[in-house]
């Protein structure tokens, strides 16, 4: 919740929490939804990166580091 309030998806996090700590199952257009939405969210994000940031994404191995 905190992110998505910094990168102004704040609706997607709060579908995503519902379907987790909600009662219930969420139905299966709700899922496929919230993934299309999803997609839609990152390509809008990218699209506010710079071009170099864009091409280099793919290859950047940050997320594989060990953490603390």
Do not use: C, N
């Not at 910094?6 to 919230?34: K, N």
């Amino acid at each position: 919740m905190e992110q998505s309030g910094v990168i102004g998806h704040r609706e997607l996090a709060t579908r995503a929490d519902r379907a987790v700590f909600g009662a219930g199952e969420p139905a299966a257009t709700e899922i496929d939804s919230y993934w299309d939405a999803i997609a839609k969210a990152r390509k809008a994000l990218s699209r506010k990166a710079p071009r170099r940031a864009r091409l280099l994404r793919p290859w950047q191995l940050r997320s594989l580091l060990a953490r603390d």
